[in-house]
């Protein structure tokens, strides 16, 4: 699996838009780029993944640049309960997921 | 309901008292992984396995074991727990695209605390 780096903190006030960053200039052609993220001391929990084109669902959009070595995870509308540690990781899908230490969000009312 | 359980959730006991965490599934995953999570240090793979009686090492096996002998069910025992296995464990399963995982779903952690 690819390096992934992410900022150690943000901010971001309720019902903002919160644009999470994610370096991984290090990715290979066919490792994906996964968003999960942990509320507290919960489960971590799948937010989104791609490839190469940028994705939407339910949760969140990905955006990842042209030559794939940085990506931005969007919560278009932030709310009090995506506080948590999100987590960037690039993977083929091995059986093993590297988590790093992620981006603590903190949403501000 | 989809999900992954663990029980129990949180565990304390004694240096050496042998015990067992369980993990059970009921999205009829291939893939299951068991993952420690202590304070700057990530989430640690211990153990996975890609199907029924196929089981491996991740980064931290020692001090564990575990068993595959049902699909949905995945243990964690801990022959002799040491003060050093004080952790937040997490149980997690997902299909198998090929020979890769596809997304994991993470039960509720188990937190032990051993004496």
Request: net charge neutral; with cysteine.
């Amino acid at each position: 699996d690819a390096k992934t780096t992410q900022p150690p903190s943000m901010d971001c006030a309720e019902g903002r838009a919160a644009n999470l960053p994610c370096n991984h200039s290090t990715i290979s052609g066919n490792e994906y780029v996964y968003w999960y993220r942990q509320i507290h001391s919960q489960g971590p929990q799948y937010i989104i993944h791609g490839l190469k084109n940028n994705e939407t669902n339910e949760m969140a959009s990905l955006i990842i640049t042209e030559d794939r070595k940085s990506s931005t995870l969007i919560l278009p509308h932030a709310t009090l309960r995506d506080t948590a540690v999100y987590y960037c990781i690039a993977t083929f899908g091995n059986e093993k997921l590297t988590f790093g230490t992620g981006t603590r969000l903190t949403i501000i009312p | 309901e989809a999900q992954v359980t663990q029980n129990p959730r949180y565990l304390i006991t004694v240096t050496g008292k042998k015990l067992t965490v369980t993990c059970s599934q009921n999205m009829n995953h291939e893939y299951m992984s068991w993952y420690r999570q202590d304070p700057g240090l990530g989430l640690r793979q211990i153990y996975y396995s890609m199907n029924v009686e196929v089981t491996d090492k991740g980064d931290v096996p020692e001090g564990y074991k575990v068993s595959r002998k049902e699909k949905r069910n995945f243990p964690l025992i801990l022959e002799s727990p040491s003060p050093n296995q004080t952790s937040l464990y997490f149980c997690a399963s997902g299909f198998l695209s090929g020979a890769y995982t596809d997304t994991q779903y993470f039960g509720p952690g188990t937190r032990l605390t051993v004496l």
